[in-house]
């Protein structure tokens, strides 16, 4: 075999290496969504309507006495300009009316922790 004949050989046995390693890192990712669909809709809902600077969902189900896999109870750590000058309870509200449909069916408990930019400073 000539010398391109094996560098060619060679970048397709690399190029199936990499498609390989994406296609496994697109599998757990879509199979990551799959496996917690309360928690993505939760920072999906949370990121549009608040825009944090950061967020953190918790699961914090397993605390609990629930199925394994269960998704009813979390905590979510918000931090947002949006918040600034608002106080504590108002904080809560827009988070909570952000998530009323998951409240509604099916998330137990819901903790939440807010802070505008200014507070954390």
Excluded at 15 to 41: D, I
Excluded at 85 to 92: A, D, E, S, T, W
Excluded at 100 to 110: D, I, M, N, Q
């Amino acid at each position: 075999m000539s010398v391109t004949g094996l560098l060619s050989l060679r970048n397709s046995h690399v190029l199936l290496k990499v498609s390989r390693v994406l296609f496994q890192s697109a599998k757990s990712t879509v199979s990551f969504m799959e496996e917690t669909p309360v928690k993505t809709s939760i920072e999906l809902k949370l990121r549009g309507a608040i825009k944090p600077s950061h967020l953190e969902v918790i699961n914090e189900s397993h605390m609990h006495n629930v199925p394994r896999s269960s998704e009813t109870h979390f905590k979510v750590v918000v931090v947002a300009e949006a918040f600034e000058g608002v106080p504590l309870i108002k904080r809560h509200r827009l988070v909570l009316d952000t998530l009323k449909t998951e409240l509604e069916s099916g998330v137990h408990a819901l903790s939440i922790q807010s802070y505008s930019s200014i507070s954390l400073g």
